[in-house]
């Protein structure tokens, strides 16, 4: 289900297969040159010593680092790169501002798995967001393969809306899954997808989409920038997590220019 496209606007293809699946996939879509900038740029992050970048207590290794884009000017960048913004303002029809930023790496062999979720059922309950017009990107740093903890996308599944929540049993976020005969039913309707490919490789997915990710018990690292963006419209309400969780600073994204991470 890749999808190719070599301006910044979708297709009409590629809208309807947005609508269809909840997903979209652009393998390869930054340049090695600019993963290498934020390669340079994650290092910057590790090295700080914030709030915002939460460690493993036993290793110290990183297991998240929120709102990078705040304090980090190559990260700004990245939240306005035309090849991510505009799709997104396309998808969401207008002005976005960003409702969370953050880095999250599975590192080889220790990096832990996700449950089957919906990201709106948090964005909903913990942040006060009204609706589902917003979506979640993926900027891939390393090579995602089969291996090395990739996401599952459950196609279609955001066409059920928000599905009723249990208690995790895994200590990291998010705090709420999926029954397991719930996703059960759904995967029988919508089967599995799992994108993967090279560093600068792009997902975007809808709120409502049921997701899910495996442990990393390969001896390669797998590294995601993700951006969650909401249409300005439908900025939360009532938040209950701290700042750099859930951004209440609302206004629009302006694009900057294709280069805008190789002049950082």
Known sequence: MPAVNTSFELTEQQVK??????FLFFPGLLSSFEINRLKEAIEEVLMSDRKEVDREEATNQLRCAFACHTYNETFRRLSRHPKIIEPVRQLLAGEVYMHQF?????VAFVGESW?????YSAWQELDGMPDTRAVNTGLFIDEVNQYNGPLYFIPGSHRYGLQRAIKSKLRR????CLEPEKVTEL??????????GPPGSLWIFHPNLVHASAENLSPWNR??????F???????RAPTRPEW??????????????NCLLDS
């Open 223 to 228: 590294t995601i920038i993700t951006q969650c």
């Open 173 to 176: 976020f998010p705090a709420t």
């Open 230 to 236: 909401a249409h300005v419209d439908n900025a939360i």
């Open 245 to 258: 969780v859930a951004q209440t600073d609302f206004c629009p994204l302006a694009p900057m220019a294709e």
């Open 187 to 196: 995967i029988s309707e919508g089967g599995i997808y799992c994108p993967q």
């Open 102 to 106: 953050s880095i999250q790496p599975k």
């Open 115 to 119: 449950d089957w979720h919906q990201d």
């Open 17 to 22: 297969a947005y609508q269809k699946d909840g």
